[in-house]
């Protein structure tokens, strides 16, 4: 059993920035694809961004394409993800997920393991 556990959540203006870290206690992580997904009220979940075991792909939904970056560290079972320019509809809660068999994707199916999520809440 794989558990997930996020941190960094808070407020912040408008243009500001965060960092979100998801620490993973599976003995297996480093063979795990890793991704963010976020959900706000009434909204269904979306992808944010995924990277693969090693580090070396990476994947970033339109939205947040050039102001989040994805990021782990396997040696500290950890991923991470920092957040600049944030914008209001950035709030959300954010959750990291694992996926056993694959590289990164979209789609929150294919993702085994998920944290119970941090909130992030931009103003204007």
């Known amino acids: 059993q794989v558990q997930l556990v996020e941190s960094g959540g808070g407020l912040v203006q408008a243009g500001g920035s965060l960092r979100l870290s998801c620490i993973a206690s599976?003995?297996?992580?480093?063979?795990?694809?890793m991704g963010w997904f976020r959900q706000a009220p009434g909204k269904e979940r979306e992808f944010v961004a995924a990277?693969?075991?090693?580090?070396?792909?990476?994947l970033y939904a339109d939205s947040v394409k050039g102001r989040f970056t994805i990021s782990r560290d396997n040696a500290k079972n950890t991923v991470n993800l920092q957040m600049n320019s944030l914008e209001p509809e950035d709030t959300a809660v954010y959750c990291c997920?694992?996926?056993?068999?694959?590289?990164?994707?979209?789609?929150?199916?294919?993702?085994?393991?998920w944290g119970q999520g941090t909130q992030v809440t931009v103003s204007a």
């Open positions: 990277i693969e075991w090693n580090g070396g792909s990476t």
């Open positions: 997920a694992a996926r056993v068999f694959g590289r990164p994707g979209v789609n929150s199916h294919e993702y085994n393991y």
């Open positions: 599976g003995r297996a992580f480093k063979a795990y694809t």
